[in-house]
């Protein structure tokens, strides 16, 4: 495959850099790791595997070889050869098609995963692209205009999707099937979204007024929020009364506040340590909602326990293994 416009910011990207913080080095990896795990799984790849990541506008792509794609996340109007292509499913691609994307529709992150994978190397265990550092990914940085990826084969799996495929290639030399992942599984989508909370370290440590601003307003997503985490602007929070901190380590979706009173919310390229109060944690299952937001979205918040968010975690990872399952018994 070979890039013919890069779009935004189109970047390779895994499920992460782990073991490797007590050095420095960040985890990184995909923003929204559900759609990122569903696309692999859709091709029969591992769902550890790299895919592209497009942000808000997506690249333009031909892909020169048959293979098998799919597209999950936001949708950024995926087209093959102009003509409109569907998400969350298989689809098969005959050669010589490009694969392009027009408006934002919802979200601002999409996932392009392709069969087999893409075959670079691995840093430090990952290929996921850390563009501060230059690591990872296609030379460390974005891709561009020019760029060619090759892929590794392609699985028992992905080849018999494909091959169930061919008979329904359409005239825009592409066929995808009928079943998909939709309903209550996929992450609620918005631009303004109330995502689930629990109380973190520093919680009891934020005055009253602080804890019912936190709850009850929302706040708007700023300019300056990137892949390491948003900034966000609404009603000031304050401590009780000033706070030293030795620096501890933070995780993805923790909500610090530093000492201008606006949260921010830590995401994929994290630093590995922090040390300003932490009000709260998203839960894992609300991430890939976090993280289809963009500067100018508002959010709110909602606290749960930690038994509830332990038991969304525990039926989303039920459903993916379901999928899996289900998958492997169709293709066999």
């Known amino acids: 495959m070979e890039i013919k416009s890069a779009g935004l910011l189109t970047t390779i990207q895994d499920s992460g850099r782990y073991g490797f913080r007590k050095y420095g080095i960040i985890v990184s990896g995909a923003m929204d790791g559900f759609a990122h795990r569903i696309a692999n799984i859709l091709v029969g790849n591992e769902e550890k595997d790299a895919v ?36 969350w499913r298989p689809v098969y691609v005959k050669g010589g098609s490009i694969l392009s994307f027009s408006k934002c529709v919802v979200g601002s992150r999409t996932y392009v995963a392709f069969a087999g994978s893409f075959n670079i190397e691995k840093i430090m265990e990952s290929k996921s692209t850390y563009m501060r550092a230059e690591i990872g990914g296609y030379e460390g940085r974005a891709l561009k205009k020019g760029d060619v990826l090759k892929l590794n084969d392609i699985s028992h799996i992905g080849n018999r999707i494909a091959n169930n495929l061919l008979k329904d290639v359409n005239c825009y030399g592409f066929a995808a099937t009928k079943w998909f992942i939709g309903g209550e599984v996929l992450p609620k989508y918005d ?25 009850q307003n929302k706040f708007m997503i700023t300019s300056q929020s990137d892949r390491m985490g948003y900034r966000l ?15 501890e380590a933070v995780s993805l979706g923790t909500v ?25 944690q998203v839960i894992s299952v609300d991430i890939p909602i976090i993280a289809q937001l963009k500067p100018g979205d508002r959010l709110g918040f909602q606290k749960i326990s930690l038994e509830e968010a332990q038991s969304l975690y525990i039926l989303r990872e039920m459903y993916i293994e379901d999928l899996k399952r289900g998958i492997k018994i169709k293709m066999e």
């Open 52 to 87: 592209l990541e497009a942000t808000l506008i997506g690249p333009k792509i031909l892909i020169k070889e048959d293979t098998l794609i799919s597209i999950c996340g936001g949708d950024l109007s995926p087209q093959i050869n102009n003509c409109d292509v569907p998400m």
């Open 191 to 215: 631009a303004s979204p109330i995502v689930r909370v629990i109380a973190d370290g520093q919680y009891d440590c934020f005055d009253d007024e602080s804890k019912k601003n936190f709850f």
């Open 233 to 247: 602007k609404g009603n000031n929070l304050s401590l009780k009364e000033p706070l030293e901190m030795i620096s």
């Open 256 to 280: 610090q506040v530093p000492a201008d009173g606006n949260p921010i919310i830590l995401l994929a390229d994290r630093q590995t340590t922090g040390g300003y109060p932490k009000i709260a």
